[in-house]
């Protein structure tokens, strides 16, 4: 799978829409029009702001009706 990253120069005077491979990813490449360093941004290496809160609410459990029509004489 070609997962490629599209990132823009950061050069104003250049703003060159650069494509660079995935693995390209937290490491820096070099714009091919004007030479300029651009660091592609990991998403891996985001930082963790808020935990995901854990749905703590009370759901309306499902109630397993087992069936109880076996009534023994
Ligand atoms: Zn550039």
């Known amino acids: 799978m070609s997962d ?3 990132i823009m120069c950061p050069n104003l005077k250049c ?3 650069l494509s660079v491979p995935g693995a390209a990813r ?3 490449v070099k ?3 004007c030479g300029t ?3 592609i941004p990991d998403p ?3 930082p963790a702001r808020t935990p995901a ?3 703590d609410v009370d759901t309306a459990d499902e109630v397993d009706q087992s ?4 009534a023994a004489a």
């Open 31 to 33: 714009c091919r029009a």
């Open 53 to 55: 809160p854990q749905p």
């Open 15 to 17: 703003r060159a829409l």
């Open 67 to 70: 069936e109880d029509g076996a």
């Open 37 to 39: 360093r651009v660091r």
């Open 4 to 6: 490629s990253i599209r």
């Open 26 to 28: 937290g490491k820096s």
């Open 44 to 46: 891996v290496a985001a």
